[in-house]
């Protein structure tokens, strides 16, 4: 079976950072980055990309429809 | 028109709400976690549709002051900000209530003191039913608990302002005003044609001047004027205490909670029924007026009172007031931009329990 690689694309400006998509990540994948947003919130990012399996469990539970999630099969 | 359901922030619900009421104007200036509002209102360009205006004044002072301007002339006009925005305007406020003009006013509380967290906090009840600038004034205090109830009090809003010709605050927190609900849309209200007899408009013939001030230098009318309002407060407590109540009828233990905090209640309920404790949720949705006499009735049925709330302890006080030391009132609060867990609430009123 080919092996999944996933990749997510966060839209910095839109995010709150709840952190929802942080918890909902089955590996990992997510941190709350350091720096803020124009609106002063630490917004979501890909902090281990390499571990993204592309099942945007993230994309789905983000309230604000942030996360946009890419699958490659390789 | 029929009633549309869309997927909005609580900010977006205010902005939206103020289309839909018929507002006249807007003014505000933007600070996190409000700033989707006057997004939303430049974004939906209302000047061209319903003629509401919508403006960034310079700084909250310019923008609280242009309300006062806009509600002489007998306006809709309304302002939003957040907890060191509303500081700034409280002369203005003030002002307006010791003017008796109607506004709305929106505070969508963040952590403080001073400039604080960006995050979700209750601190500023204090500030917004007993009066944060000077003078005995009271503002008609709303506490949404939802994005639906953040739309519908725009309108509710708007409507005890110039029922009663005193200026509005709807007492919202970071969490609703950033949160995503469905909200029912009502259908657009159009903008009043009319003005009211007290506005300042220009002078015809038919009538006497208009004049609108805050300011009276014989003491003797001062007094006159201070009963006048006293007399409209004790009314307003009369007849527009609203309040929501959860699971009450055979609670033993009871909850007081308001906005955010009233949803982790109302849950924190539900997971105590689980373990056999019989807890209920009182959410008081006018804060000015408080819901002293249901709150009074029910201590006489319950063992003890746990007032939640996003700050060090403020309606706790009110709820005392209200209770007059029938059963033992605690009060469990997390502040500067925490929200409480349900079970951390429940945990609390156990504790109480053992305890008690």
């Known amino acids: ?74 | 028109m029929e009633k549309e359901l869309r997927l909005m922030k609580g900010n977006e619900a205010v902005a939206e709400g103020a289309i839909r009421a018929g507002a006249d104007g807007y003014f505000g200036y933007p600070i996190t976690p409000q700033s989707e509002i006057i997004e939303y209102l430049m974004e939906s360009k209302p000047w061209e549709t319903t003629g509401m205006v919508v403006l960034q004044a310079e700084s909250e002072l310019a923008s609280i002051n242009m309300v006062y301007g806009g509600a002489g002339c007998g306006k809709k006009v309304m302002t939003t900000s957040s907890s060191p925005g509303i500081s700034l305007m409280q002369e203005g406020i003030t002002y307006i209530a010791g003017a008796e003009l109607p506004c709305l006013i929106v505070n969508v509380v963040r952590g403080g003191p001073g400039l604080g967290t960006i995050q979700p906090s209750q601190s500023d009840y204090s500030q917004a039913v007993k009066g944060g600038g000077h003078g005995d004034y009271h503002l008609i205090v709303l506490a949404p608990a939802s994005v639906q109830e953040m739309f519908d009090f725009v309108s509710l809003g708007f409507d005890l302002a110039f029922k009663y010709r005193n200026p509005v605050m709807i007492l919202s927190d970071g969490a609703i005003g950033q949160m995503m609900e469905k909200v029912w849309l009502s259908p657009y209200r159009e903008r009043s044609k009319t003005v009211p007899e007290w506005a300042t408009t220009g002078k015809p013939d038919s009538r006497k001047r208009n004049i609108i001030t805050s300011l009276e230098l014989d003491p003797n009318r001062q007094e006159i004027f201070n009963q006048k309002l006293v007399k409209k407060y004790n009314l307003i407590r009369e007849t527009e205490v609203r309040f929501e109540e959860f699971q009450c009828d055979d609670a033993e233990y009871l909850y007081v909670a308001y906005g955010t905090s009233a949803r982790v209640c109302q849950k924190a309920v539900e997971l105590a029924r689980n373990e056999g404790i019989r807890a209920g949720l009182l959410r008081p949705v006018t804060l000015f007026p408080f819901p002293v006499e249901r709150i009074n009735e029910l201590a006489g049925k319950v063992r003890l009172i746990l007032s939640v709330e996003m700050s060090a302890g403020q309606m706790v006080e009110d709820v005392m007031l209200s209770v007059a030391g029938k059963v033992p009132v605690y009060h469990y609060g997390r502040m500067g931009g925490m929200i409480p867990a349900p079970d951390e609430v429940v945990e609390n009123l156990k504790e109480r329990i053992i305890g008690g």
Do not use: H, Q
């Open chain 1, 1 to 74: 079976m080919a092996k999944i690689r996933g990749s997510i694309v966060v839209n910095i400006e839109r995010c709150k950072g709840c952190e929802v998509c942080m918890v909902s990540c089955p590996t990992g994948t997510i941190g709350m980055a350091k720096e803020v947003n124009g609106k002063g919130y630490n917004y979501a990012y890909p902090a281990n990309p390499d571990l993204c399996i592309g099942c945007a469990s993230c994309a789905i539970v983000c309230p604000d429809g942030v996360i946009t999630v890419y699958k490659t099969k390789i």
